[in-house]
């Protein structure tokens, strides 16, 4: 067999536990918690190597969690919060909002934070929002 290069070399808790130095029950503690991305192979967790290996080196790893709509205030010259929403951690920022969005926003430019369980910013979106009439 031929190991293909474009899937990740996949390691077991046990394996990870190894990686970070902990026990495998702080290994799975992390998963079920969403601070150690993974997945499940039937009933048991499998993790990238690379993804322990850089959770052991420090970094750790953020999930969506909320949703923040800006408008833009042109006295002000900046954003300014409008709304948020919470969000499920496999939420994905879509390219285009509906009008329900943005109940808040009467026309104008809007922005769109997407922001993790850290407070990060993992995207944005910006546009014209419909003038309601």
């Known amino acids: 067999m031929v190991r293909d ?3 990740p070399r996949l ?4 394996e990870a536990a190894e990686i970070v130095g902990c026990s495998r029950q702080n290994i799975n503690t992390l998963v079920n918690d969403g601070r150690l991305p993974a997945e ?15 959770y ?8 969506p969690t909320l949703l923040v709509v800006h408008t833009y ?3 002000a010259d900046s954003w300014v919060e409008a709304a948020r929403r919470s969000v499920a951690p496999d939420y994905k920022v879509p390219e ?7 109940d808040e926003v009467a026309g104008g430019a ?4 997407l922001l993790d369980n850290n407070g990060k910013t ?12």
């Open 5 to 7: 290069p474009l899937i």
């Open 40 to 54: 499940r192979a039937g009933t048991t967790f499998v993790l990238a190597e690379d993804t322990v290996r850089r």
């Open 110 to 113: 809007y922005r769109v934070e």
């Open 11 to 14: 390691v077991s808790v046990t």
């Open 122 to 133: 993992i995207a944005v979106r910006t546009a014209e929002a419909e003038v309601t009439g």
């Open 96 to 102: 285009r909002f509906g009008r329900e969005m943005f």
């Open 73 to 75: 205030d042109e006295e």
């Open 56 to 63: 052991a080196a420090g970094e750790r790893f953020g999930f």
